[in-house]
Protein backbone atom coordinates (compact mmCIF):
# COMPACT_ATOMS: atom_id res chain seq x y z
CA UNK A 1 0.00 0.00 0.00
CA UNK A 2 2.04 2.52 -1.32
CA UNK A 3 1.47 6.23 -2.62
CA UNK A 4 -0.48 6.84 -6.15
CA UNK A 5 0.66 9.30 -8.81
CA UNK A 6 -2.97 10.40 -8.09
CA UNK A 7 -2.77 10.68 -4.72
CA UNK A 8 0.28 13.17 -5.30
CA UNK A 9 -1.58 15.06 -7.80
CA UNK A 10 -4.42 15.79 -5.77
CA UNK A 11 -2.35 16.68 -2.98
CA UNK A 12 -0.33 18.92 -4.97
CA UNK A 13 -3.33 20.18 -6.32
CA UNK A 14 -4.61 21.24 -3.52
CA UNK A 15 -1.70 22.55 -1.50
CA UNK A 16 0.38 24.46 -4.27
CA UNK A 17 -2.60 25.81 -6.74
CA UNK A 18 -0.48 24.60 -9.73
CA UNK A 19 -0.97 26.32 -13.46
CA UNK A 20 1.32 23.14 -14.69
CA UNK A 21 1.67 19.66 -12.63
CA UNK A 22 3.08 16.25 -14.02
CA UNK A 23 4.01 13.26 -11.20
CA UNK A 24 5.70 10.39 -13.35
CA UNK A 25 5.81 7.18 -11.32
CA UNK A 26 9.28 6.41 -11.49
CA UNK A 27 9.35 3.34 -8.98
CA UNK A 28 7.98 0.94 -11.50
CA UNK A 29 4.37 0.66 -9.67
CA UNK A 30 5.01 0.46 -5.94
CA UNK A 31 4.33 4.27 -4.96
CA UNK A 32 7.77 4.83 -3.99
CA UNK A 33 9.39 7.03 -6.34
CA UNK A 34 8.19 10.01 -8.22
CA UNK A 35 9.36 12.55 -10.22
CA UNK A 36 7.45 16.08 -10.08
CA UNK A 37 7.13 18.67 -12.43
CA UNK A 38 5.14 22.02 -11.53
CA UNK A 39 4.31 25.74 -11.92
CA UNK A 40 2.84 27.47 -9.39
CA UNK A 41 2.23 31.19 -8.96
CA UNK A 42 3.57 30.36 -4.76
CA UNK A 43 6.65 30.20 -6.07
CA UNK A 44 7.03 33.73 -7.51
CA UNK A 45 10.24 35.63 -4.97
CA UNK A 46 11.05 32.14 -3.49
CA UNK A 47 14.67 30.50 -4.00
CA UNK A 48 14.90 27.35 -5.84
CA UNK A 49 15.55 25.66 -2.48
CA UNK A 50 12.25 26.84 -0.96
CA UNK A 51 10.32 25.85 -3.47
CA UNK A 52 11.65 22.29 -3.16
CA UNK A 53 10.40 22.80 0.33
CA UNK A 54 7.05 24.06 -0.34
CA UNK A 55 6.56 20.69 -2.01
CA UNK A 56 7.85 18.61 0.43
CA UNK A 57 6.27 20.10 3.22
CA UNK A 58 3.54 19.93 1.06
CA UNK A 59 3.86 16.05 0.71
CA UNK A 60 4.60 15.94 3.88
CA UNK A 61 2.52 12.64 4.83
CA UNK A 62 2.95 10.96 1.21
CA UNK A 63 7.04 11.04 2.24
CA UNK A 64 6.43 9.03 4.97
CA UNK A 65 6.23 6.47 2.23
CA UNK A 66 7.75 7.85 -0.53
CA UNK A 67 11.53 7.29 -0.82
CA UNK A 68 12.81 8.96 -3.71
CA UNK A 69 11.11 12.22 -4.66
CA UNK A 70 13.09 14.28 -8.04
CA UNK A 71 11.42 17.64 -8.53
CA UNK A 72 12.65 18.46 -12.06
CA UNK A 73 10.87 21.89 -12.18
CA UNK A 74 10.01 24.28 -9.79
CA UNK A 75 8.75 27.45 -11.67
CA UNK A 76 6.84 30.28 -11.50
CA UNK A 77 4.19 30.81 -14.79
CA UNK A 78 6.47 33.62 -15.83
CA UNK A 79 9.72 31.57 -15.90
CA UNK A 80 8.01 28.63 -17.53
CA UNK A 81 6.60 31.30 -19.89
CA UNK A 82 10.20 32.75 -20.88
CA UNK A 83 11.56 28.83 -21.11
CA UNK A 84 8.90 28.14 -23.77
CA UNK A 85 9.95 30.99 -25.55
CA UNK A 86 13.65 30.50 -25.49
CA UNK A 87 12.93 26.45 -26.51
CA UNK A 88 10.93 28.01 -29.17
CA UNK A 89 13.14 30.84 -30.58
CA UNK A 90 15.90 27.67 -30.29
CA UNK A 91 13.48 25.15 -32.24
CA UNK A 92 12.80 27.73 -34.93
CA UNK B 1 76.70 2.64 -17.41
CA UNK B 2 77.04 0.57 -20.48
CA UNK B 3 73.22 -0.23 -19.52
CA UNK B 4 72.42 3.23 -19.70
CA UNK B 5 74.40 3.92 -22.76
CA UNK B 6 72.69 1.10 -24.93
CA UNK B 7 69.31 1.87 -23.35
CA UNK B 8 69.70 5.76 -25.32
CA UNK B 9 71.08 3.83 -28.38
CA UNK B 10 68.23 1.57 -28.09
CA UNK B 11 65.19 4.13 -28.33
CA UNK B 12 67.18 5.86 -31.04
CA UNK B 13 67.35 2.60 -33.10
CA UNK B 14 63.65 2.21 -32.23
CA UNK B 15 62.80 5.53 -33.74
CA UNK B 16 64.30 6.07 -36.50
CA UNK B 17 62.26 2.70 -37.35
CA UNK B 18 64.43 1.55 -39.82
CA UNK B 19 64.39 -2.60 -39.43
CA UNK B 20 68.54 -3.43 -39.49
CA UNK B 21 68.90 -0.68 -36.53
CA UNK B 22 66.02 -2.33 -34.92
CA UNK B 23 67.45 -5.80 -35.42
CA UNK B 24 70.91 -4.25 -34.31
CA UNK B 25 69.66 -3.09 -31.26
CA UNK B 26 68.00 -6.08 -29.91
CA UNK B 27 71.11 -8.02 -30.60
CA UNK B 28 73.04 -5.57 -28.24
CA UNK B 29 70.49 -5.18 -25.54
CA UNK B 30 69.90 -8.78 -25.22
CA UNK B 31 72.98 -9.55 -22.34
CA UNK B 32 71.75 -6.36 -20.61
CA UNK B 33 67.76 -7.84 -20.41
CA UNK B 34 68.79 -11.58 -18.88
CA UNK B 35 70.82 -9.56 -16.63
CA UNK B 36 67.82 -7.89 -15.37
CA UNK B 37 65.36 -10.70 -15.72
CA UNK B 38 67.67 -12.15 -12.59
CA UNK B 39 66.75 -9.03 -10.56
CA UNK B 40 63.47 -8.41 -11.78
CA UNK B 41 60.40 -11.10 -11.11
CA UNK B 42 58.42 -9.56 -13.83
CA UNK B 43 60.11 -10.88 -16.51
CA UNK B 44 58.25 -11.93 -19.68
CA UNK B 45 60.54 -13.68 -21.72
CA UNK B 46 60.23 -17.62 -20.83
CA UNK B 47 63.09 -18.15 -23.26
CA UNK B 48 65.08 -15.99 -21.04
CA UNK B 49 65.12 -18.28 -18.52
CA UNK B 50 67.23 -21.30 -19.68
CA UNK B 51 69.75 -19.17 -20.59
CA UNK B 52 69.95 -18.41 -16.93
CA UNK B 53 70.39 -22.23 -15.52
CA UNK B 54 71.07 -21.74 -12.42
CA UNK B 55 68.38 -19.48 -11.90
CA UNK B 56 65.74 -20.27 -13.90
CA UNK B 57 63.93 -23.13 -11.27
CA UNK B 58 64.03 -20.60 -8.14
CA UNK B 59 62.99 -17.93 -10.70
CA UNK B 60 60.24 -19.74 -12.44
CA UNK B 61 57.66 -19.77 -9.55
CA UNK B 62 58.09 -15.45 -9.75
CA UNK B 63 57.27 -15.37 -13.23
CA UNK B 64 54.38 -13.13 -13.38
CA UNK B 65 53.22 -13.08 -17.21
CA UNK B 66 52.72 -9.29 -17.57
CA UNK B 67 50.12 -7.86 -20.49
CA UNK B 68 51.89 -5.74 -22.22
CA UNK B 69 55.19 -5.87 -24.22
CA UNK B 70 58.77 -4.54 -22.95
CA UNK B 71 59.32 -1.03 -23.87
CA UNK B 72 62.15 -1.66 -25.76
CA UNK B 73 59.64 -3.78 -28.18
CA UNK B 74 57.74 -0.57 -28.87
CA UNK B 75 57.95 1.82 -31.44
CA UNK B 76 57.15 5.27 -30.09
CA UNK B 77 54.42 7.58 -31.17
CA UNK B 78 54.93 11.19 -32.09
CA UNK B 79 52.25 13.09 -29.48
CA UNK B 80 50.19 15.09 -31.73
CA UNK B 81 50.09 18.47 -32.01
CA UNK B 82 46.08 19.11 -32.39
CA UNK B 83 43.75 18.25 -29.35
CA UNK B 84 41.42 16.67 -31.71
CA UNK B 85 44.09 14.23 -33.05
CA UNK B 86 44.84 12.37 -30.08
CA UNK B 87 41.78 10.03 -30.09
CA UNK B 88 42.95 9.38 -33.57
CA UNK B 89 46.28 8.57 -32.96
CA UNK B 90 46.28 7.04 -29.59
CA UNK B 91 43.90 4.43 -28.20
CA UNK B 92 41.59 5.24 -25.51
CA UNK B 93 41.71 2.21 -23.60
CA UNK B 94 43.40 1.52 -20.57
CA UNK B 95 46.94 0.43 -20.10
CA UNK B 96 50.39 2.15 -19.73
CA UNK B 97 52.28 4.56 -21.61
CA UNK B 98 55.92 6.45 -21.24
CA UNK B 99 56.33 9.89 -22.40
CA UNK B 100 59.52 10.80 -24.25
CA UNK B 101 61.10 14.15 -23.92
CA UNK B 102 62.79 15.06 -27.30
CA UNK B 103 65.62 13.96 -26.64
CA UNK B 104 64.09 10.57 -26.68
CA UNK B 105 64.68 10.37 -22.71
CA UNK B 106 61.28 8.96 -20.29
CA UNK B 107 59.94 11.48 -18.58
CA UNK B 108 57.29 10.03 -16.94
CA UNK B 109 55.20 6.05 -16.90
CA UNK B 110 51.75 6.45 -16.17
CA UNK B 111 48.19 3.96 -16.19
CA UNK B 112 45.59 5.02 -16.91
CA UNK B 113 42.34 4.29 -18.06
CA UNK B 114 42.29 5.96 -21.40
CA UNK B 115 45.10 6.52 -22.83
CA UNK B 116 45.06 9.21 -25.49
CA UNK B 117 42.73 11.41 -22.39
CA UNK B 118 46.31 11.22 -19.75
CA UNK B 119 48.62 12.50 -22.77
CA UNK B 120 46.61 15.10 -23.90
CA UNK B 121 46.24 16.37 -20.26
CA UNK B 122 50.29 16.11 -19.86
CA UNK B 123 50.60 17.89 -23.39
CA UNK B 124 48.59 20.68 -22.09
CA UNK B 125 50.08 21.08 -18.75
CA UNK B 126 53.83 20.30 -19.82
CA UNK B 127 54.16 20.91 -23.76
CA UNK B 128 57.83 20.88 -23.42
CA UNK B 129 58.36 17.55 -21.99
CA UNK B 130 55.73 15.57 -24.25
CA UNK B 131 57.06 14.57 -27.24
CA UNK B 132 56.46 10.84 -28.28
CA UNK B 133 55.04 8.19 -26.26
CA UNK B 134 54.94 4.47 -26.18
CA UNK B 135 51.61 2.99 -25.08
CA UNK B 136 50.82 -0.32 -23.94
CA UNK B 137 46.98 -1.52 -24.06
CA UNK B 138 46.17 -4.22 -21.33
CA UNK B 139 43.12 -5.97 -22.68
CA UNK B 140 41.82 -6.99 -19.48
CA UNK B 141 42.36 -3.91 -17.17
CA UNK B 142 41.61 -4.62 -13.74
CA UNK B 143 43.86 -3.10 -11.27
CA UNK B 144 46.31 -5.56 -10.86
CA UNK B 145 46.99 -6.04 -14.29
CA UNK B 146 47.20 -2.29 -14.95
CA UNK B 147 49.70 -2.37 -12.00
CA UNK B 148 51.62 -4.84 -13.10
CA UNK B 149 52.24 -3.63 -15.81
CA UNK B 150 52.66 -0.30 -15.19
CA UNK B 151 55.59 -2.23 -12.45
CA UNK B 152 57.54 -4.10 -15.45
CA UNK B 153 57.85 -0.54 -17.89
CA UNK B 154 59.00 0.88 -14.46
CA UNK B 155 61.25 -1.85 -13.51
CA UNK B 156 62.76 -2.27 -16.95
CA UNK B 157 63.39 1.42 -17.60
CA UNK B 158 65.09 1.45 -14.11
CA UNK B 159 67.19 -2.01 -15.02
CA UNK B 160 68.81 -0.22 -17.99
CA UNK B 161 69.26 3.21 -17.07
CA UNK B 162 69.27 3.33 -13.11
CA UNK B 163 66.98 5.86 -12.72
CA UNK B 164 63.47 6.55 -11.78
CA UNK B 165 61.78 8.52 -14.52
CA UNK B 166 62.06 12.21 -13.33
CA UNK B 167 58.14 12.66 -13.37
CA UNK B 168 57.56 9.85 -11.15
CA UNK B 169 59.42 11.09 -8.90
CA UNK B 170 57.82 11.41 -5.42
CA UNK B 171 57.52 15.00 -4.82
CA UNK B 172 57.03 15.53 -8.40
CA UNK B 173 53.65 16.77 -9.18
CA UNK B 174 53.85 17.77 -12.71
CA UNK B 175 52.40 14.99 -14.09
CA UNK B 176 50.29 13.47 -11.66
CA UNK B 177 46.91 15.58 -11.23
CA UNK B 178 46.35 16.15 -7.84
CA UNK B 179 42.98 16.62 -8.49
CA UNK B 180 40.42 17.92 -5.90
CA UNK B 181 38.59 14.47 -5.96
CA UNK B 182 41.52 12.67 -4.30
CA UNK B 183 40.95 14.89 -1.29
CA UNK B 184 39.96 13.03 1.22
CA UNK B 185 36.35 12.79 3.06
CA UNK B 186 35.71 15.40 5.89
CA UNK B 187 35.53 12.75 9.32
CA UNK B 188 33.37 14.45 11.89
CA UNK B 189 34.99 12.70 14.87
CA UNK B 190 37.70 10.29 15.49
CA UNK B 191 35.37 6.92 16.01
CA UNK B 192 32.19 6.11 17.35
CA UNK B 193 33.88 5.55 20.48
CA UNK B 194 35.06 8.39 21.25
CA UNK B 195 32.75 10.79 23.39
CA UNK B 196 31.91 14.30 21.76
CA UNK B 197 32.44 17.54 24.02
CA UNK B 198 30.46 19.21 21.35
CA UNK B 199 27.20 18.35 20.19
CA UNK B 200 27.01 17.14 16.36
CA UNK B 201 25.19 20.08 15.75
CA UNK B 202 27.71 22.25 16.65
CA UNK B 203 30.06 20.30 14.25
CA UNK B 204 28.26 20.28 11.26
CA UNK B 205 27.81 24.60 11.88
CA UNK B 206 30.92 24.70 12.25
CA UNK B 207 32.02 22.71 9.36
CA UNK B 208 29.62 24.53 7.05
CA UNK B 209 30.50 27.90 8.14
CA UNK B 210 34.57 27.22 7.70
CA UNK B 211 34.00 26.03 4.31
CA UNK B 212 32.99 27.45 1.42
CA UNK B 213 31.51 24.51 -0.26
CA UNK B 214 30.64 20.94 1.90
CA UNK B 215 28.88 18.27 -0.11
CA UNK B 216 27.27 15.59 2.18
CA UNK B 217 27.48 12.39 0.33
CA UNK B 218 26.21 8.84 0.20
CA UNK B 219 29.33 7.36 -0.22
CA UNK B 220 32.94 8.72 -0.46
CA UNK B 221 34.16 11.53 -2.95
CA UNK B 222 35.73 8.98 -4.78
CA UNK B 223 33.57 6.09 -4.82
CA UNK B 224 29.76 7.93 -4.55
CA UNK B 225 27.27 4.98 -3.76
CA UNK B 226 23.89 6.59 -4.69
CA UNK B 227 23.21 8.39 -8.21
CA UNK B 228 22.70 11.59 -6.67
CA UNK B 229 25.83 11.68 -5.03
CA UNK B 230 27.47 10.75 -8.12
CA UNK B 231 25.82 13.63 -9.80
CA UNK B 232 26.88 16.28 -7.40
CA UNK B 233 30.28 15.34 -6.90
CA UNK B 234 30.66 15.18 -10.86
CA UNK B 235 28.90 18.69 -11.33
CA UNK B 236 31.36 19.67 -8.06
CA UNK B 237 34.31 18.34 -9.47
CA UNK B 238 33.70 19.85 -13.06
CA UNK B 239 33.11 23.84 -11.65
CA UNK B 240 36.76 23.10 -10.82
CA UNK B 241 35.49 23.97 -7.31
CA UNK B 242 37.32 23.15 -4.12
CA UNK B 243 34.54 21.90 -1.67
CA UNK B 244 34.74 19.33 1.32
CA UNK B 245 32.74 16.28 1.48
CA UNK B 246 31.50 14.61 4.17
CA UNK B 247 30.21 10.27 3.80
CA UNK B 248 26.84 10.33 5.43
CA UNK B 249 26.82 6.63 5.31
CA UNK B 250 30.11 6.37 7.37
CA UNK B 251 28.86 4.73 10.48
CA UNK B 252 32.74 4.82 12.04
CA UNK B 253 33.53 8.37 12.01
CA UNK B 254 30.18 10.42 11.24
CA UNK B 255 27.71 8.31 13.85
CA UNK B 256 24.08 9.89 13.70
CA UNK B 257 24.67 12.14 11.05
CA UNK B 258 21.84 11.66 9.02
CA UNK B 259 19.46 12.23 11.54
CA UNK B 260 21.49 15.25 12.97
CA UNK B 261 21.81 16.43 9.91
CA UNK B 262 17.80 16.15 8.71
CA UNK B 263 17.03 18.09 11.29
CA UNK B 264 20.36 20.64 11.11
CA UNK B 265 19.34 21.58 7.43
CA UNK B 266 15.78 21.62 7.63
CA UNK B 267 15.83 18.92 4.68
CA UNK B 268 14.63 15.42 4.12
CA UNK B 269 17.39 13.88 1.75
CA UNK B 270 20.80 13.36 1.28
CA UNK B 271 23.15 14.76 -0.54
CA UNK B 272 23.38 18.06 0.48
CA UNK B 273 25.15 21.05 -0.39
CA UNK B 274 26.22 23.88 1.45
CA UNK B 275 27.59 26.91 -0.28
CA UNK B 276 28.90 29.53 2.49
CA UNK B 277 27.30 28.22 5.65
CA UNK B 278 23.40 27.89 3.59
CA UNK B 279 22.00 24.88 2.51
CA UNK B 280 21.77 25.58 -1.62
CA UNK B 281 19.87 21.86 -1.41
CA UNK B 282 20.19 18.71 -3.16
CA UNK B 283 20.97 16.67 -6.25
CA UNK B 284 17.81 17.89 -7.76
CA UNK B 285 18.40 21.98 -7.30
CA UNK B 286 22.49 21.74 -8.25
CA UNK B 287 21.38 20.22 -11.57
CA UNK B 288 18.65 23.11 -12.12
CA UNK B 289 21.41 25.81 -10.92
CA UNK B 290 23.69 24.40 -13.68
CA UNK B 291 21.86 24.47 -16.69
CA UNK B 292 20.31 28.33 -15.60
CA UNK B 293 24.08 29.14 -14.78
CA UNK B 294 23.15 30.08 -11.93
CA UNK B 295 25.47 27.85 -10.09
CA UNK B 296 28.98 29.10 -11.16
CA UNK B 297 27.85 32.60 -9.91
CA UNK B 298 27.41 31.19 -6.82
CA UNK B 299 29.98 29.05 -5.91
CA UNK B 300 32.01 32.41 -7.77
CA UNK B 301 30.80 34.58 -4.47
Known sequence: ?92 | MAAATLNLLSIRASSSSSPSSCTNYSSRITPHISFYSQLSRSTTFPSLSFKLPNNSNRHSAFIIVSAVKKLSELEPITVPSKPDDFSDELPSDSGVYAVYDNNNDIQFIGVSRSIAASVLSHRKSVPELCSSVKVGVVDEPDRTTLTQAWKSWMEEHIAVTGKIPPGNESGNGIWVNRAPRKKPDIRLTPGRNVQLTVPLAELIDRLVKENKVVAFIKGSRSAPLCGFSQKVVGILDSQGVDYESVDVLDEEHNLGLRETLKNYSNWPTFPQIFVNGELIGGCDILVSMQEQGELASLLKK
Open chain 1, 1 to 92: MGVTKEGVEATLTSKMNPTHLEVIDTSGGCGASFAIEIVSEQFEGKRLLERHRMVNSALAEEMKEIHALSIKKALTPTQQKAQQESSNTQAA
